[in-house]
């Protein structure tokens, strides 16, 4: 497949355009009343070397695609000290905004190239890749585990390789993997089973999405299952009927949605086929009448945005050739696809759920500091930082937080505990299964 994955130089053009004026320290909301609270985990616990302005990662970028920085340990560290939260982006106003995440993922896969990066403690993700197809070192077999409850109670699940069905439920690996995670596969498989969905999996022949990889910088082992999965959703398209490719992950999300839309295939391999998070799935199926709720739960709760679900799937609007503006000029931003609205939506609409929300929210929303691989390379840093989200969360009140994503599912049941705090983690897939009667 041919790729247009950008490399460092070819962005040379965009990270020239911070002006180094911090606004990407501070997440705003004028109000009323207005506040502010900072927005990057990496400059909040590292200092200015975290933050994105010119003083931080665009100055990084500048000199190693000039050659006048060399990659050292150190560098190497700060390249990584980033979760790929795109809180900076969403508070940077000037031409440099639509191209944050990206530059920065090319600087690591500069680093990747150059034989440093990723981190030592991050090399194991790629060793994994390799031998297992997915990131958690756990043989193939493993990955059905979470079924076991669903054969014990004879309620099959498809294997769509079988089987055909028109929905695809690609699980994901931390689902999968990660043990306390595999609540997510089981309640969203539940749920559909409840509903009537007519799905299948593709059990111990899923590949890893490859979202690890490309957010540490391994263009080549993103490509490798990318390359696999997309050839598996054609067959799948073609042989089982396949037309919908549901995932409870927002880190699958965004990878199959984004990431695999780089392959320049994309649109011919998709075609008829459509990716969709649960909640979407979910949400459509409410306003359609199929959904209802009757059982009450009666819970106190936040919802915390999740990067990848969320401002990661904004689409930015850019004069190229500078018809409008001046070539480049960031001119303006589509939220459409980010989900903030249909969690929230099911979320009210499920008797006794009271939502209070916290202060940083939506495109604001502060990072649960997992993702960007910081949880394998920086544990201890992810953890205090999702203990940090979760104050945020006590301070509204709630006694639970509800999310949209099996990694900042783990990671802040991680931060509560850290805490000492009883505020727990639900995954919003969990609620809406308890809070619909069984068949
Ligand atoms: S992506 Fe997130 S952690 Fe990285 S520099 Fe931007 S705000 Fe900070
Ligand atoms: S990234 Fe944007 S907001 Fe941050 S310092 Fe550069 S220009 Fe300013």
Same mark, same amino acid.
């Given at each position: 497949?041919q790729w *247009?994955?950008?490399?460092?130089k070819d962005?040379?053009?965009y990270?020239w355009?911070c002006?180094?004026?911090?606004t990407c320290?501070t997440a705003?909301?004028?109000?009323p009343p207005p506040?502010?609270?900072p927005i990057? #985990?990496?400059?909040?616990e590292f200092?200015?070397e975290?933050y994105?302005?010119?003083?931080?990662k665009?100055a990084?970028?500048?000199?190693?695609n000039s050659?006048?920085l060399?990659?050292?340990?150190?560098?190497l560290?700060?390249?990584?000290?980033c979760?790929?939260c795109?809180?900076?982006?969403?508070q940077?106003?000037?031409?440099?905004k639509?191209h944050?995440?990206?530059?920065?993922?090319? &600087?690591?896969?500069k680093?990747?190239?150059?034989g440093f990066?990723?981190?030592?403690?991050?090399?194991?993700?790629?060793?994994?890749l390799?031998?297992?197809?997915?990131?958690?070192? $756990?043989?193939r077999?493993?990955r059905?585990?979470w079924t076991r409850?669903f054969k014990k109670? *004879?309620?099959p699940i498809?294997?769509?390789l079988?089987?055909p069905?028109?929905?695809?439920?690609f699980?994901?690996?931390t %689902?999968?993997y990660?043990? #306390?995670?595999r609540?997510?596969?089981?309640a969203t498989?539940?749920?559909f089973?409840?509903?009537g969905?007519?799905?299948?999996?593709?059990g111990e022949?899923?590949l890893?999405?490859?979202s690890t990889?490309m957010r540490?910088?391994?263009?080549?082992?993103?490509k490798?299952v990318?390359?696999?999965?997309?050839?598996t959703?054609?067959?799948?398209h073609?042989?089982q009927?396949?037309?919908?490719i549901?995932t409870?992950?927002?880190g699958?999300?965004?990878?199959?949605?984004?990431?695999? !839309?780089?392959?320049?295939e994309?649109g011919?391999v998709?075609a008829?086929?459509?990716?969709?998070?649960?909640?979407?799935?979910?949400?459509?199926l409410?306003q359609s009448?199929v959904?209802? /709720? !009757?059982?009450?739960l009666? &819970?106190?709760v936040t919802?915390?945005?999740?990067?990848h679900?969320g401002?990661h799937?904004t689409?930015f609007?850019?004069?190229?050739e500078?018809?409008?503006m001046?070539?480049?000029?960031?001119?303006g931003? *589509?939220?459409?696809?980010?989900?903030?609205?249909?969690?929230?939506?099911?979320?009210?609409a499920?008797?006794?759920?009271?939502?209070?929300?916290?202060e940083?929210?939506?495109a604001n929303?502060y990072?649960? %500091?997992?993702g960007?691989?910081?949880?394998?390379?920086? #544990?201890d840093?992810a953890?205090r930082?999702?203990a940090l989200?979760?104050?945020?969360?006590?301070e509204?009140g709630?006694?639970?937080m509800? !999310?949209i994503c099996?990694?900042?599912h /783990?990671?802040?049941?991680q931060g !509560?505990q850290?805490? $000492?705090?009883s505020?727990k983690?639900?995954?919003?897939i969990?609620?809406i299964?308890?809070?619909?009667p069984?068949k």
């Amino acid at each position: 497949m041919q790729w *247009n994955i950008p490399s460092l130089k070819d962005l040379e053009h965009y990270f020239w355009r911070c002006t180094a004026c911090g606004t990407c320290k501070t997440a705003y909301d004028y109000g009323p009343p207005p506040k502010n609270r900072p927005i990057c #985990p990496a400059g909040l616990e590292f200092g200015f070397e975290g933050y994105y302005g010119s003083k931080g990662k665009a100055a990084f970028a500048r000199g190693i695609n000039s050659g006048e920085l060399e990659w050292d340990e150190e560098l190497l560290e700060a390249v990584y000290q980033c979760t790929i939260c795109a809180g900076c982006q969403s508070q940077c106003q000037v031409d440099y905004k639509p191209h944050i995440p990206e530059v920065f993922e090319a &600087l690591r896969r500069k680093a990747v190239e150059d034989g440093f990066g990723p981190l030592p403690s991050q090399k194991v993700i790629a060793q994994s890749l390799r031998s297992y197809d997915n990131p958690y070192q $756990g043989p193939r077999r493993v990955r059905t585990d979470w079924t076991r409850p669903f054969k014990k109670e *004879n309620k099959p699940i498809k294997n769509i390789l079988k089987e055909p069905a028109p929905v695809l439920y690609f699980v994901g690996c931390t %689902g999968a993997y990660n043990v #306390p995670e595999r609540v997510i596969p089981q309640a969203t498989a539940s749920l559909f089973q409840k509903l009537g969905v007519d799905f299948g999996i593709l059990g111990e022949n899923e590949l890893c999405c490859g979202s690890t990889a490309m957010r540490l910088g391994d263009a080549e082992a993103f490509k490798r299952v990318a390359e696999a999965n997309l050839e598996t959703f054609r067959k799948l398209h073609q042989e089982q009927g396949v037309e919908t490719i549901v995932t409870a992950c927002a880190g699958c999300y965004r990878a199959i949605l984004k990431d695999y !839309s780089l392959a320049e295939e994309y649109g011919t391999v998709m075609a008829g086929l459509q990716v969709i998070h649960v909640t979407q799935f979910l949400y459509d199926l409410y306003q359609s009448g199929v959904l209802k /709720f !009757s059982e009450p739960l009666p &819970l106190k709760v936040t919802y915390h945005d999740p990067c990848h679900a969320g401002r990661h799937l904004t689409k930015f609007t850019v004069d190229e050739e500078g018809t409008e503006m001046w070539a480049g000029a960031y001119i303006g931003l *589509n939220e459409e696809d980010c989900l903030y609205d249909p969690p929230r939506e099911l979320l009210k609409a499920i008797p006794g759920v009271e939502l209070v929300e916290m202060e940083r929210i939506r495109a604001n929303s502060y990072c649960c %500091g997992g993702g960007g691989g910081v949880m394998t390379g920086f #544990p201890d840093w992810a953890q205090r930082n999702a203990a940090l989200r979760i104050e945020e969360g006590l301070e509204t009140g709630a006694e639970h937080m509800v !999310s949209i994503c099996p990694f900042c599912h /783990f990671n802040l049941n991680q931060g !509560s505990q850290a805490l $000492g705090s009883s505020m727990k983690l639900y995954d919003l897939i969990e609620l809406i299964d308890r809070a619909l009667p069984g068949k």
